[in-house]
């Protein structure tokens, strides 16, 4: 049976969903099933069959009229008007919406044409949004209003940055008609925690499944380089790890306690963030920057000694898949998604905030290393994490729900 797909992402081809995108789009046509992205990213010109969601004036309107309102998803009339002639010349059998929380699409125009015209609907719980009054996540704020009405936000100047108003009482309410009007819709989370926690909401009246995110294990392999000879570590146990969780506030005490703690030829070496930003810092703690590309990324993690993460909350982590796929363990925080990412023997969680048992997961590791410890890192994710198992996964999906 011939399949259309029209997969709705705010981004395509780069970050973590528009890679997902772009992946799925070539494992679909691979399958024989026809592929369509549509994205308000103009990145989306380079897919095989795309469509460019609204323009600059739009998105930039639409994000202003956020930040006074507090409420996402609710402009861009005429941009999701005209998206919607264009399912209606491609007639889809079925639309895969992914992240919608970006200024380019009114929710209640879409979710109403879906709901009219019938159309199957995979919706992907790539982050909480969609069944919360706004929020990407709750955990670490430790707020459960989504489990009812919203409301009194304590999120209001963070995921969605409100200046005046909290309406996320109202958004909460309209999620919950619009996305129960539509009869034929799907929930898919990229783990099995996000999956559970949507059986907890309004959302539980509809099929919730799990298939977890995969990473392309071509691309993220142990990888060969002389980083350690050129960054001067060739003596050090390097602990590798992201610099947009490590340096933020809420992670200054495990900082300093990393820094205070760490044995004498162990380097903390975070990626992802300005070099300037190194000034502040101790010197067992040392700044990578941004890495050019995958492939680089990849030798990276193979170098590391051990990759640290110190994420609170996430709906999978597939950072700390890479890092495993490169033969590197990892040490991660037990709470939400990336709990499911290590097996407890060759890598380990711990709880959520706990900087001595993090330090002290990073020398256990260190002291008790096994011989296979690489190979098995990596036959763990292969198992679960491989890129085309998992997204295969996602064709078999869309023929069982026709």
């Not at 323009?55 to 009229?65: E, G, Q, R, T």
């Not at 700044?287 to 609170?312: H, P, S």
Request: proline share 3%.
């Amino acid at each position: 049976m011939s399949i259309k797909v029209l997969q709705i992402n705010a981004v395509y081809g780069n970050g973590s969903t528009g890679t997902i995108v772009r992946d799925l789009e070539h494992i679909c046509e691979e399958s024989g099933i026809e592929c369509y992205v549509a994205s308000p990213d103009i990145n989306v010109k380079t897919a095989r069959k795309h469509y460019l969601i609204g323009n600059k004036f739009d998105h930039i309107a639409h994000a202003v009229l956020t930040r006074l309102t507090g409420k996402q998803g609710y402009f861009s009339r005429n941009a999701t008007k005209r998206l919607l002639e264009y399912i209606d010349k491609i007639e889809p059998d079925i639309i895969h919406l992914h992240n919608l929380h970006s200024n380019f699409i009114n929710l209640k125009i879409l979710f109403d044409y879906l709901a009219k015209r019938e159309i199957p609907t995979v919706l992907s719980l790539h982050d909480c949004w969609f069944y919360t009054g706004g929020c990407f996540h709750y955990t670490a704020a430790g707020c459960k209003r989504w489990l009812g009405n919203c409301g009194r936000c304590p999120k209001r100047g963070e995921d969605n940055f409100s200046l005046f108003l909290d309406n996320s009482a109202s958004i909460l309410a309209d999620r919950k008609k619009y996305l129960l009007n539509i009869p034929r819709l799907h929930i898919v989370g990229v783990s099995n925690w996000i999956a559970q926690e949507a059986l907890k909401t309004f959302l539980k009246s509809k099929n919730v499944t799990a298939i977890r995110n995969g990473v392309d294990m071509n691309i993220f392999k142990p990888t060969i380089s002389d980083l350690k000879k050129t960054l001067n570590l060739e003596n050090k146990h390097v602990i590798l790890g992201p610099g947009s969780k490590w340096l933020l506030p809420i992670n200054s005490q495990i900082l300093e306690y990393f820094s205070n703690n760490m044995r004498d030829d162990e380097i903390l070496l975070l990626y992802g963030v300005y070099d300037s930003m190194g000034a502040t810092l101790p010197p067992n703690i040392r700044l990578y920057g941004y890495t050019k590309d995958k492939e680089e990324l990849a030798a990276l993690y193979t170098m590391a000694d051990v990759f640290a993460n110190t994420t609170r909350e996430d709906s999978l982590s597939l950072i700390n898949v890479e890092s495993q796929a490169c033969g590197t363990p990892v040490v991660t925080f037990d709470a939400t998604g990336p709990k499911e990412t290590v097996d407890e023997e060759y890598s380990l969680s711990v709880p959520v905030g706990d900087a001595k048992r993090l330090l002290d997961a990073v020398h256990f590791l260190r002291d008790n290393k096994k011989p296979d410890a690489a190979e098995k890192s990596r036959a763990f994710v292969v198992d679960r994490f491989d890129m085309l198992s998992q997204y295969k996964k996602f064709v078999d999906f869309y023929r069982r729900i026709l």
